[in-house]
């Protein structure tokens, strides 16, 4: 059972244009959410990260927005550049006291076209 | 360079022949934990440590162990491995448990 769910297993856009990436949850009790990119051969690094008491978080060229009435979020990514093209997990924490730990989902595969 | 350093990259070994992965990080990190990934299922952990000493479960954590003796270290143990645990590993570490992991380069490893 997919708490964490990122239905589009891929996603192709054009150079300069923007890049949005979903995902979905099912449990309430999440109330920190996070996204990694990944390059093959390479581990996870973290991107952006929001809190459940926000709804926007900017760094950059990377917007996450979180809709929890929704149970979605989503990241925009502008404008998409060619080096953007990886592998984008989103990952949620349940507020569960000192014991947090990441749901992940299966991942978004972006390819940047120049 | 703030890194965490698993080895070995690949590794094709036969089922029941004990092994280890090593893991490293030189951030003074408390948190270190473990995932596999693998097709369809995304990334799942198997063991979190909180501290030396502390080692506790994810949720995967059947045919492993592991220890933390000290900080920096966090071995994964495979004492008698078996086809499904065929699988890319990562280590990874973080300040606290859930927030910005640094994640390592990965362990590929084929059991025969």
């Known amino acids: 059972d997919q708490q964490v769910k990122q239905n589009s297993p891929s996603l192709s856009v054009q150079e300069g244009r923007i890049s949005i990436l979903n995902c979905d949850y099912t449990?309430?009790?999440?109330?920190?959410f996070l996204w990694y990119k990944k390059y093959p051969a390479e581990g996870p690094t973290f991107l952006i990260s929001?809190?459940?008491i926000k709804d926007k978080n900017e760094d950059g060229r990377f917007t996450v927005f979180l809709n929890k009435s929704a149970k979605h979020l989503s990241l925009h990514i502008v404008p998409s550049q060619p080096g953007d093209s990886a592998v984008y997990f989103c990952?949620?924490?349940?507020?569960?006291?000192?014991?947090?730990?990441?749901?992940w989902g299966l991942g978004t595969s972006l390819a940047v076209n120049p | 360079e703030a890194q965490v350093t698993q080895n070995p990259r690949y590794l094709i070994t036969v089922t029941g022949k004990k092994l280890t992965v090593t893991c490293s990080q030189n951030?003074?990190?408390?948190?270190m934990s473990w995932y596999r990934q693998d097709p369809g299922l995304g990334l799942r952990q198997i063991y979190y440590?909180?501290?030396?000493?502390?080692?506790d479960k994810g949720d995967v954590p059947e045919g492993y162990k592991v220890s933390r003796k000290e900080k920096r270290n966090f071995p994964l143990i495979l004492e008698s491995p078996s086809p499904n645990q065929t699988s890319l590993y990562f280590c990874?570490?973080?300040?606290?448990?859930?927030?910005?992991?640094?994640f390592g380069s990965g362990t590929q490893l084929s059991v025969l």
């Open positions: 990874a570490s973080s300040l606290s448990g859930f927030e910005k992991l640094f």
């Open positions: 951030m003074n990190h408390e948190y």
């Open positions: 440590s909180m501290n030396v000493e502390v080692t």
């Open positions: 449990n309430s009790m999440f109330d920190y």
């Open positions: 929001i809190s459940s």
């Open positions: 990952a949620a924490s349940p507020n569960a006291g000192n014991n947090r730990k990441l749901i």
